[in-house]
């Protein structure tokens, strides 16, 4: 199975799992030595794909091989966690990474265990890619969870315990709707929403809602809760794609903020075999830029060495290789300062929802 | 005000607050240097008051006076923020506690302004002690947001945009139902639970939902999500003090999950002065117990330096001196061990929910 062939998200992952054990014995049976290729996870081997618009892995590979007794151990693990995953499949349930990590524990044999939880999530990363599958396709959920939906959308999502219909502001309290592990267990029925405002911090969040900015703009606020989820990042991609809404990214102004802001819009490193899943690459960012902290006479604090230095390895990273993130980033290494979102309520509770988000939402044509 | 008219949750925190205000006025016109006395915070001054079986703050006071420079900006400050917090209440709006420190950058006089966050959040505890009301009562949201509750128990949540009826498993997705920043809003309507269950993690909150934990055995499940929110607190208390259910708390066997059921159940150093309105002294400690750890032959990692230095701290902390958390500790110490809640997926996935919570439980006559 190449590359070309993934399709993240359909398909039958427990199928997929068990025709990469095959290969193992294929192999054998060839006479060759086993062998999975993984692409090289690293800043370098990531390309901007001019088809999809988001980042991917390049063409550089690394192999497991078993001619080392550390690369036969890799595989060895790997086709034990294969044979837990398929197993978890048939039965309908599902684990955490963490949860796998301790089952194999259990497993009859030593070399099989995990060493460290890293080992055992850098596998299950490494079977989505050569897989196809997705971690969420093998059931499998993380520990961070997801976080919340505000706006005028009725979705419907499939619980283990039956359908549930919810409405995103009407059957919900004032913490919303909290987005389940899987977001691909939603449906979508009915959306009154002009577009999404996904938001960095839950104070700026509370604040949105509390000002009713949802129900004035039609706005879906999704909360991000710092670095986002998968799942939130999925469900991001869904309004997008599915529903044809807007997306902005509205998050502080600092380096890791823009971060987050290119983790919904082009996908992580970690993640580039994933971005055709989660990332969005229309979406806008709306977040405090440099150029607000001038002109807004925002509080600020001083960048330390370690925001200077992000700031730096941004203007190396390909996916903030355009004029206007070269223009802010220069801009706030000029000035030496960041802002926080919440740094707006210098210029009382309400700038944010009556002044600033709708100016920066009319000049990119949503308002 | 003396400490013993504090009655926390109640009241009208505007006048109480203009009350404080007024106080130095009167100091003012009685020729006395305007003063603030606050209980002294440490671990020192906190003691176990036998009537509300929680730990509160002893006799030891500091005092903010206007005597020095630093002492007169504080009672500056204060009034300040009075004067926003008591427009605020005016206004029925709400702010965080960031918006607040941000915010006294638009106020007229530089002096009263906040230095950074720590001075303004210090501030409000300071005002929830001396006034008698509660951060919820002045209308300040945390940043941290509120976990997730599911289990047999319809609630009724006034929002902003009117009420909202809720079944915590019929009307909720597999995430659950999102506590907001402030539950002293919602209101129990019918509750089919016997006991309540916080947890810890989200990895194990989900096996227990996964597994049908909370329909099996009648358990409200509620999300701590490690140091639990003092809204998570909050709604604990109120379902064990108005539903009269037991309440316990199932987290990791290390010396700082230790200190999350210290702070269910008896309040933390930090907002002792409202362990009568977030502590529940009657929860009972279901989590890993180094015993398990040798009993059920758990995965385990070293306890590192600062795990030591935080358990022979706990030995020294009033709220862990029974024989119970002693005998536990003395063990950890000894066998130098500790283990996580999801440890015990090394015994299989149903091994938490079919054999260790149940007879925990029955050996604790909850089931």
């Not at 290969?23 to 999975?36: A, I």
């Not at 034990?80 to 497993?107: G, K, M, N, P, V």
């Not at 976080?147 to 005028?152: I, S």
Request: overall charge negative; proline content about 4%.
């Amino acid at each position: 199975m190449s590359a070309d062939d993934i399709n993240y998200g359909e398909g039958d992952a427990r199928e997929r799992l068990l025709a990469l054990a095959e290969q193992f014995y294929e192999q054998f049976e060839t006479g060759d030595v086993p062998q999975l290729q993984v692409p090289t996870r690293t800043k370098s081997n990531i390309e901007y794909d001019e088809d999809s618009d988001v980042w991917v892995y390049g063409d550089r590979h690394s192999t497991r091989s078993a001619k080392t007794v550390s690369g036969a151990q890799k595989l060895l693990k790997a086709t034990y966690t294969i044979d837990f995953l398929a197993q978890q499949l048939d039965e309908d349930r599902s684990s955490t990474l963490r949860e796998l990590y301790y089952l194999s524990e259990s497993w009859d044999l030593d070399e099989a265990q995990f060493n460290d939880q890293d080992e055992s999530n850098q596998l299950v990363e490494d079977l989505e890619i050569v897989s196809g599958a997705t971690r969420e396709d093998f059931h499998m959920r993380p520990e961070e969870s997801g976080a919340t939906l505000m706006g005028p959308l009725l979705l419907r999502e499939q619980t283990r315990r039956g359908e549930r219909e919810i409405h995103c502001q009407e059957d919900v309290g004032e913490g919303g709707y909290q987005i389940p592990n899987n977001p691909d267990q939603i449906e979508f029925l009915e959306c009154d929403a002009d577009f999404v405002l996904a938001v960095e911090t839950g104070g700026m969040r509370d604040r949105l809602v509390e000002n009713g900015f949802d129900e004035e703009h039609n706005a879906m606020v999704v909360h991000l809760k710092g670095q986002p989820a998968r799942a939130t990042r999925r469900i991001t991609k869904r309004l997008h794609d599915e529903l044809d809404l807007p997306v902005t990214v509205f998050t502080d102004g600092d380096p890791w903020s823009y971060r987050i802001y290119g983790s919904v819009a082009y996908g992580s490193i970690k993640s580039a075999h994933l971005s055709e899943y989660l990332a969005t690459p229309q979406a806008r960012f709306i977040g405090v830029q440099p150029e607000d902290i001038v002109e807004y006479d925002l509080p600020t604090d001083p960048l330390s060495d370690s925001d200077i230095n992000a700031l730096e390895s941004e203007l190396e990273d390909p996916r903030f290789q355009t004029d206007y993130w070269e223009e802010q980033i220069e801009l706030q290494l000029d000035i030496e300062k960041k802002s926080e979102q919440q740094a707006l309520a210098s210029h009382g509770l309400d700038f944010v929802t009556d002044t600033y988000l709708p100016e920066r939402l009319e000049a990119m044509d949503i308002l």
